[in-house]
């Protein structure tokens, strides 16, 4: 026999938008089913909320990595880089950790997430995430111009002017787009340097904090190392499984900074 909805449940799950009304009276009704009843009360519905809510809350792992889609702005490739970060917390034993630290079941607020850009568009928002690896590439600028304006036109920074002599680019207004060097018929501006920009420490909830920047440009080759240096920091600095952010504001930037590159000089396997 069915499950029995009494009066006030009735009302009470009218009040929930009708494109999911369906799907919580299934979880409900399972859920009053597990308890061993077969009518469902306003109380229930309450009480069954708050435990899916909490449920879905909870996560397996200590970290998230993720990776931005990719489409044609991009200038890097993550290839592997994602699966390859996410073993190297899992090595960290960072779940655990957390686990210990937070003493309670880990919830989405405690992951340590980092994230992929494939270019300075920063769909993934690696401005509000513990670690963020933003794409980028280095404009240079190599021979005979022919004056086209082309560079200058798809700049979105501002950051070329056009002179007698060719292109100057502005290197403190350039994000490293490659707009420039896709449209350029002549290959006069074309790829230095290519990599990620590395920012750290952002977070949302109760006092947010936006990502700062950490490298203006780290190597593709060089991404799991500078990983293991701040999981290793970020583990040493810790001190109730708060985010990055929050161990950032405690230490202080520069201090963090100082830190971070001792690490990252250590070298070394992830601890
Ligand atoms: S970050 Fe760049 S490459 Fe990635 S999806 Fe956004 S626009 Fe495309
Ligand atoms: S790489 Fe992008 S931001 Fe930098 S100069 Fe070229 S178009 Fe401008
Ligand atoms: S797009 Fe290339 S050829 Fe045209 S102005 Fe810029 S650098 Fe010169």
Redesign the pocket.
């Known amino acids: 026999m069915g499950v029995k909805w009494e009066k006030d449940a009735e009302e009470l799950l009218r009040r929930v938008p009708f494109f999911v009304r369906k799907r919580v009276k299934r979880a409900v009704e399972k859920y009053v089913s597990r308890k061993g009843r077969g009518r469902v009360t306003a109380r229930d519905l309450l009480e069954a909320k708050e435990a899916l809510r909490d449920r879905a809350s909870k996560v397996e792992e200590g970290f998230a990595v993720e990776d ?8 890097i490739s993550s290839d592997a880089l994602p699966s390859q970060v996410e073993e190297v917390l899992r090595r960290a034993g960072l779940t655990e950790f957390l686990q210990k630290k937070a003493g309670e079941e880990l919830k989405h607020h405690h992951q340590f997430r980092v994230v992929f ?8 928002q690696g401005q509000i995430r513990d670690v963020a690896f ?2 980028r590439v280095e404009p240079v600028v190599q021979g005979p111009c022919s004056r086209c304006g082309a560079c200058e036109e798809a700049c979105e920074e501002g950051a070329i002017r056009l002179t007698d002599s060719g292109p100057q680019i502005d290197p403190t207004k350039c994000l490293g787009c490659g707009a420039c060097i896709k449209v350029c018929p002549e290959g006069t501006i074309r790829e230095g340097q290519k990599g990620y920009r590395l920012l750290v420490g952002g977070k949302l909830g109760r006092h947010p904090r936006l990502a700062t920047e950490l490298l203006p440009l780290v190597p593709k080759e060089e991404v799991l190392r500078v990983v293991e240096a701040l999981v290793n920091l970020y583990k040493e600095l810790n001190e109730k499984g708060e985010r990055l952010g929050t161990v950032i504001q405690r230490v202080g930037w520069q201090k963090f900074c100082e830190s971070f590159r001792d690490r990252l000089q250590q070298g070394g396997e992830v601890r």
């Open positions: 931005c889609f990719g489409c044609d702005n991009a200038v850009s494939c270019c300075p568009n920063a769909c993934s933003i794409g």
